[in-house]
């Protein structure tokens, strides 16, 4: 499956912002979603992800509470809207996806994700 992010920008300390990401693949369904981010110069880090069925979705604790992730399996597209915005979120931000063999599972371990999309810059200015 081919993602692609969009969404990204500049916004102020407190705004809001929704990126999205668009998946290719007509079984998009069947795969669990994620959301990660990379400061340059440190490691990627977990955000959230969604079950394939959106029923269960999991955070990082810095963006419990200020993010929220879903997903439209009718537009084969998942979401992250980001409330109260912090200059350390700043980051490029990446969706990934692997097939989830169960409706429910989720994961934070990037190794589990085997497909990656281009990432999209968001930009929080103080």
């Known amino acids: 499956v081919q993602l692609q992010a969009s969404g990204g920008g500049l916004v102020q300390t407190g705004g809001s912002l929704r990126i999205s990401c668009a998946a290719s693949?007509?079984?998009?369904?069947?795969?669990?979603m994620g959301w990660f981010r990379q400061v340059p110069g440190k490691e990627r880090e977990f955000v959230a992800t969604?079950?394939?069925?959106?029923?269960?979705?999991y955070y990082a604790d810095s963006v419990k509470g200020r993010f929220t992730i879903s997903r439209d399996n009718a537009k084969n597209t998942v979401y992250l809207q980001m409330n109260s915005l912090k200059p350390e979120d700043t980051a490029v931000y990446y969706c990934?996806?692997?097939?989830?063999?169960?409706?429910?599972?989720?994961?934070?371990?990037?190794?589990?994700?085997?497909?990656w999309g281009q990432g999209t810059l968001v930009t929080v200015s103080s």
């Open positions: 693949r007509r079984a998009f369904n069947t795969y669990v």
């Open positions: 969604i079950s394939r069925s959106g029923l269960v979705t």
């Open positions: 990934a996806a692997f097939y989830g063999r169960l409706p429910y599972i989720t994961s934070q371990d990037q190794n589990r994700y085997d497909h």
